[in-house]
């Protein structure tokens, strides 16, 4: 893809003087022309803070909020300021942990005046500007620390006594925006990736940037130049409708990165050069909202976990992109542990789910990722999150062809999520060869009990919704290209209720198939029937063809030191021998068995 033409205009611009003057752009074209005098200046500036103050008074969340995080803000006046510790590789932790003390901290230090905060607040980055390094070697380390001085770096500028705000400024270029500086003039690693890392790298070298731009301009010019010329081969991604391949949880940390790099240069220069603007980006909440079922789970592919968590940037696209849905749902999301910046970037519009007008269904093309609900609202419902995808997208799994499925409060058929990211050779060579992430760990299909190709590919080739049925067909055969001419999964929602799981493969010599469903279920098991019981819920698993399959259990627990997960089993489809050509369809009715047996149609006839 030649990201440039997706550009806006002033972008396209910002880049082509970048390139004739080198990496300080000429002083026409100056990226900091602009540049807000004083301080704050990085998020907010002094209308905002005035603002968020008005809407404590006046909403009752919002005023909840803010005396939760009071509570939270007391709790770290006695903590130990953090110590440069590694677990690991990696620093993060402890730059993730400065960052939600320095912010706050700062912040409501500034809504409310109790010098205690911002005193603490002083402590920790002193704490954090001493350390030898930031760990580079790991450069979120880098930028989540370079983020956490700038935002308490501007905000507390005018309580900051000078000798700290030198020694905190020092910090900030030397072991932040300096370390960014090879990796930009070669263009190489973060600077130059399409993932989650180009986003926060770059995200966080900006707000350094923007914090310390009056006192060190040329770094700050050049950083900024460079941030702003990357960041949108990462948010092509986002293009053409939202999607984000790495999976919902990494979607909430490139989002949220993206998001501060975006707001601080809004608020610092009072322009973004239309990164807003990029195709697809003002759609990316929806992604968020679809992914996450009635129960509170999101379809947890690649190396998600699944747990809803907080999206604080869900309140800012909200405002950004005037969507109050996706305020209404964050505001669901984070009612009871909010951080720093729902309070900040509040937004009261919209109501309950089931009211907004949005349709059940959503085919994210971009990634090539289906969902399909009951009804919103309803935590009964039944979900279905359903991928084709990539197999080399970063943090992938060897997962093409994999769901979850909820249904009456319960989730019947699990994503595990990623592993321990320290496990020897995670990101490595050994990658493959770890349970959570292999082909067999997911509810897809086995060849010969092989992975699927590493770098193989499935598009979703058809879909459609109507009020009774919807349904989207992924063709796998990019996965399973060594072992089979043609492999496809179409998987279909019947009246809201039952889903239907239908596969069709062609392969030029035997071969034996295995369809799998992780679950925590308890499972009995009657031959071509399958009845799974939780949480005092049912549900009825039914293979519909070939009329030899029989299910079977299989252990999902691998062994040490892997994650250990005992009480989740592998329900499997087992045909009675090798097949050159198979049509595996299994019904999973929750509450029971379905009325009636759905017609069985080629998946050709779907599309």
Not at 350 to 374: I, K, M
Request: hydrophobic share 40%; glycine share 8%; net charge positive.
């Amino acid at each position: 893809m030649n990201t440039r033409r997706l550009l806006p205009l002033a972008l396209t611009a910002l880049l082509v003087a970048a390139s004739l003057a080198g990496p300080a752009v000429a002083q026409t074209n100056d990226v900091l022309r602009t540049l807000r005098s004083g301080h704050p200046r990085v998020f907010l500036t002094g209308a905002d803070w005035a603002r968020v103050k008005q809407t404590i008074g006046k909403e009752p969340l919002a005023k909840q909020w803010h005396g939760q995080l009071r509570a939270d803000a007391e709790k770290m006046l006695g903590q130990p300021p953090i110590e440069r510790k590694l677990i690991g590789p990696r620093l993060l932790d402890k730059s993730r942990t400065a960052l939600a003390r320095v912010s706050t901290l700062a912040a409501l230090y500034r809504l409310d005046g109790d010098r205690r905060f911002a005193e603490r607040a002083r402590k920790e980055m002193l704490a954090a500007a001493a350390f030898s390094d930031w760990n580079p070697k790991h450069f979120l380390d880098v930028a989540e620390m370079t983020n956490a001085l700038a935002i308490g770096y501007d905000w507390l500028f005018d309580f900051l006594p000078a000798e700290d705000r030198a020694t905190i400024r020092r910090a900030i270029v030397e072991k932040g925006l300096k370390e960014s500086l090879p990796i930009y003039a070669a263009h190489r690693w973060w600077a130059k990736a399409h993932h989650n890392w180009n986003q926060v790298c770059n995200g966080g070298m900006t707000a350094g940037a923007l914090a310390i731009a009056d006192e060190e301009p040329e770094l700050a010019r050049r950083t900024v130049t460079e941030a702003v010329a990357s960041v949108p081969l990462a948010m092509a991604s986002y293009a053409p409708d939202g999607g984000w391949e790495e999976g919902p949880g990494y979607w909430s940390y490139a989002t949220r990165y993206n998001v501060f790099m975006i707001a601080a240069l809004q608020s610092a220069l009072g322009t973004d050069f239309d990164l807003s603007r990029l195709p697809g980006f003002a759609d990316a909440g929806l992604f968020r909202i679809h992914s996450v079922g009635p129960m509170g789970r999101p379809f947890n592919f690649a190396d998600a976990g699944d747990k809803r968590g907080t999206t604080s940037e869900m309140l800012w696209l909200a405002r950004a992109f005037d969507r109050p849905v996706y305020a209404a749902f964050e505001r669901e999301s984070a009612v009871t542990h909010p951080g720093i910046f729902h309070l900040l970037w509040f937004d009261g519009r919209g109501g309950a789910l089931r009211d907004a007008a949005l349709p059940p269904d959503a085919f994210f093309r971009g990634v090539n990722v289906a969902f399909f609900r009951g009804a919103w609202g309803d935590p009964a419902a039944t979900f279905v999150g359903f991928k084709g995808g990539d197999n080399k997208a970063n943090h992938s799994h060897l997962d093409l062809g994999s769901f979850v499925l909820d249904a009456l409060g319960q989730r019947w058929a699990l994503d595990l999520g990623g592993d321990d990211y320290n496990l020897p050779g995670y990101f490595g060579k050994q990658r493959w060869s770890y349970y959570r992430l292999r082909t067999e760990s997911h509810n897809t299909l086995t060849l010969d009990g092989e992975n699927q190709d590493p770098s193989g590919k499935a598009p979703i080739i058809a879909s459609g919704s109507t009020p009774q049925r919807a349904f989207a067909v992924a063709d796998l055969t990019g996965g399973y290209r060594a072992k089979a001419t043609c492999v496809q999964r179409g998987m279909a929602l019947l009246g809201r209720r039952d889903v239907l799981v239908q596969d069709e493969l062609q392969a030029p010599q035997p071969v034996e198939v295995v369809w799998s469903l992780l679950t925590e279920a308890k499972v009995k098991i009657d031959g071509r029937r399958a009845t799974l019981t939780q949480g005092g819920a049912k549900l009825e698993a039914r293979i519909l063809a070939p009329a030899d399959a029989r299910f079977e259990v299989v252990s999902a627990n691998p062994p040490k030191p892997q994650h250990q997960q005992p009480k989740v089993r592998n329900l499997t489809v087992r045909l009675p021998s090798k097949t050159c050509d198979t049509r595996i369809a299994v019904l999973l009715s929750p509450g029971g068995a379905a009325d009636t047996r759905p017609p069985l149609t080629p998946l050709a006839a779907w599309k």
